[in-house]
């Protein structure tokens, strides 16, 4: 049997909750994928504050989301810029208008994305995940009221500070964010499941992490 070629480019889909960017960034770090997150990039544009940056700002400062045209143009200014031989996109295409942009990507810059990837959690789980997560003021430790509690209920193993909840994990928040999820991504999920059913793979991503983390690696031939 033939062995399997690691695909160079990859896609990471994932319900907030998930442990996406979690199993995102060891991917990165464990076998030389450079991370690619539009919203990292679109704070880096508006913290330069050049021509790019400044566009994005004004469409940002009125509650507009960035036109795809805008994320398209600072995409390809990125993907160009060396050291990018392999790359992982962490949750884009976030709308099934920025598909297109991503094939455009694919046909100009000649490359293909080599697998699309779904940690899949159910709704319930993620939320559950979500609103239990507690995270330490002073030292950014994060902790799980039951995947991975601190020593002491409330308190942080490392400073003794009293654990807060995050910001955006109050329920509404969450329920809203599993929203955007279902409208938005699960499209998305659907096409590549029918138009690259050879390159998309679903991981149960209600496992311990350890093994999403083995599961995936083995899908992509890394192992």
Do not use: C
């Given at each position: 049997m033939r062995e399997k070629i690691p695909p160079n480019h990859l896609v990471v889909f994932g319900r907030p909750g998930s442990g996406k960017s979690t199993l995102a960034e060891r991917l990165g770090s464990e076998f030389g994928y450079t991370l690619i997150r539009t919203g990292e990039l679109l704070r880096a544009a508006i913290r330069r504050q050049d021509f790019l940056g400044k566009r994005v700002e004004a469409h940002l400062a009125t509650g507009d989301l960035?036109?795809?045209?805008?994320?398209?143009?600072?995409?390809?200014?990125?993907?160009?810029?060396?050291?990018?031989?392999?790359?992982?996109?962490?949750?884009?295409?976030?709308t099934m208008g920025q598909v297109p942009l991503l094939e455009g990507f694919e046909k100009k810059l000649g490359f293909q994305i080599g697998a699309y990837i779904d940690i899949a959690v159910s709704h319930a789980e993620a939320v559950a995940r979500m609103t239990g997560r507690r995270v330490c003021p002073i030292c950014g430790a994060t902790y799980h009221l039951i995947g991975k509690p601190p020593r002491v209920a409330e308190i942080c193993d490392n400073d003794g500070a009293r654990l807060e909840k995050r910001k955006d994990d109050t329920p509404e928040v969450v329920e809203f964010r599993q929203k955007i999820f279902d409208d938005y991504a699960v499209p998305i999920l659907r096409y590549y499941q029918e138009h690259a059913p050879e390159r998309f793979f679903v991981v149960d991503g209600e496992q311990p992490l350890e093994a999403v983390y083995a599961v995936t690696v083995r899908a992509l031939g890394l192992a």
């Open positions: 960035v036109p795809d045209p805008l994320i398209f143009e600072m995409l390809e200014q990125h993907l160009k810029a060396p050291g990018m031989q392999k790359f992982l996109f962490d949750g884009f295409p976030r």
